[in-house]
């Protein structure tokens, strides 16, 4: 049983659509992270969000953490062919060691031209 | 460069025959941690080390061993691999054990 659940898992648009992730729980985070991963390399850090109802904006991603600190979703606005990669979302459960960390399953995203 | 480093990249071996994944990082960071990342599954935790002589098990530690003698190696072995180890790995590190976690280019294992 996965702790984070992403949904979609696939996702395929053609570029200048819009597009959200969702990544869910029953359990509460201290903090939430996303990550995108291109193939042949480790993920890269987009975001960290830590309060609840917190909202982020990186250019054309938007990052937004749950009242209640158990779900995100990002927002891609516009998709590019550059956006394709895998995302994922990684939390740190309230309660757990420090430093544990817990990923969802991913969301594969391609954006076609 | 700050970076991960792990070696080697790519690895074949026979079940049973141990080896060792190596992580260095050039950054100072207190915690490292190892993954394995498998098709629709993600990345799920083996172990993580909060500092030097300290480690503790993640979500899926069985069948794997870790070490932490310095604070910027922290290398991954496996005693007895077996074919369901067969996996991509990952090891990261971060400064604090939820500040951001900076990852190697990963270690694609196979055990046949």
């Known amino acids: 049983t996965q702790l984070l659940e992403q949904s979609p898992q696939f996702l395929s648009i053609q570029e200048g659509e819009n597009l959200t992730v969702y990544c869910n729980s029953s359990?509460?985070?201290?903090?939430l992270q996303w990550y995108r991963q291109e193939p042949g390399e480790g993920p890269v850090l987009l975001v960290t969000?830590?309060?609840?109802?917190e909202v982020k904006k990186l250019k054309r991603l938007t990052f937004q953490f749950g009242d209640a600190r158990k779900d995100s979703s990002l927002h891609i606005t516009a998709a590019q062919t550059g956006d394709t990669g895998l995302y994922l979302c990684?939390?740190?459960?309230?309660?757990?060691?420090?430093?544990?960390?817990?990923f969802g399953q991913g969301t594969i995203l391609t954006v076609h031209p | 460069e700050a970076q991960v480093t792990q070696n080697p990249r790519y690895l074949i071996t026979v079940t049973g025959k141990k080896l060792t994944v190596t992580c260095s990082q050039n950054?100072?960071?207190?915690?490292m941690s190892w993954y394995r990342q498998d098709p629709g599954l993600g990345l799920r935790q083996i172990y993580y080390?909060?500092?030097?002589?300290?480690?503790d098990k993640g979500d899926v530690p069985e069948g794997y061993k870790v070490s932490r003698k310095e604070k910027r190696n922290f290398p991954l072995i496996l005693e007895s691999p077996s074919p369901n180890q067969t996996s991509l790995y990952f090891c990261?590190?971060?400064?604090?054990?939820?500040?951001?976690?900076?990852f190697g280019q990963g270690t694609r294992l196979t055990v046949v």
């Open positions: 969000v830590v309060t609840g109802g």
């Open positions: 990684a939390g740190a459960m309230d309660g757990t060691s420090y430093g544990k960390l817990t």
């Open positions: 080390s909060m500092n030097v002589e300290v480690t």
């Open positions: 359990s509460v985070f201290s903090s």
């Open positions: 990261a590190s971060s400064l604090y054990g939820l500040t951001e976690a900076f």
């Open positions: 950054m100072n960071h207190e915690y």
